[in-house]
């Protein structure tokens, strides 16, 4: 009776055993699988700021063109940023869960929580170098199209002008031709407010723009 009692014992204690050995395994297991995840991430965070500072992301251009094709490459660098949302999301939520099962020391939470707030962070920062990009492409159209609408009127002016600048003439026609001069000197209002309108939008259109673009618009 006291080797079958102790037999079974054996075998409950064996049991046991074999029961934490798995729970172990298990435990061993999700935290690396945990860790792998989470150096995972950092890698590519890590190289996506490394990208922001090499590709100088975002940096003044000079002509809208190439103001669009920063903009567009900024859109592209924020849609990859964003695709990787739930990836950050799920390791948090990973890391809650080994925490709320005893899994760990503990640090999974606070590891995860950081490289969430890093995430967030470069989100707001190529957010913000969108919206700059965006601005600097709207201000210069706004600018060109100042600019083209003056150039626009001053050429109409000059060729007003040209039809009486001759002398000859019946006085009927001189007269006519006087007329028109004076017609001419009254739009200088409307001339000096187109001027000031593109001169304005250069301006602000300087802000956004490289050394070489800002000499181009001053010009």
């Not at 995972?40 to 996506?48: A, G, N, Q, V």
């Not at 020391?105 to 990009?133: A, F, M, P």
């Not at 109409?156 to 006087?178: A, C, F, N, W, Y």
Request: net charge negative; hydrophobic share 30%; glycine share 6%.
């Amino acid at each position: 009776e006291k080797i079958s009692k102790a037999e079974k014992e054996f075998q409950g204690f064996k049991k046991q055993c074999l029961k934490d050995k798995q729970a172990l395994e298990d435990c061993v297991s999700e935290l690396g699988s945990f860790e792998d995840q989470y150096k995972k991430l950092s890698l590519w965070i890590h190289e996506l700021e490394e990208r922001i500072r090499t590709e100088t992301l975002g940096e003044s251009k000079q002509h809208i063109p190439e103001k669009k094709s920063e903009m567009h490459k900024v859109e592209m660098f924020l849609e990859e940023l964003l695709a990787a949302r739930d990836s950050f999301e799920k390791l948090c939520q990973r890391a809650q869960a080994l925490h709320e099962d005893g899994r760990g020391d503990g640090q999974e939470v606070r590891q995860s929580n950081q490289l969430h707030t890093t995430y967030q962070n470069l989100v707001k920062v190529i957010k913000e170098k969108l919206r700059v990009c965006q601005v600097a492409v709207q201000e210069h159209q706004i600018f060109e199209e100042a600019l083209q609408t003056t150039w626009l009127w001053l050429k109409d002016i000059q060729d007003k002008l040209s039809t009486t600048e001759s002398t000859v003439g019946s006085k009927s026609t001189l007269e006519k031709r006087q007329q028109q001069v004076q017609e001419i000197i009254l739009t200088k209002g409307e001339g000096e407010v187109k001027l000031n309108l593109a001169i304005g939008k250069g301006e602000q259109a300087l802000k956004s723009s490289n050394m070489d673009g800002q000499m181009v618009i001053q010009m």
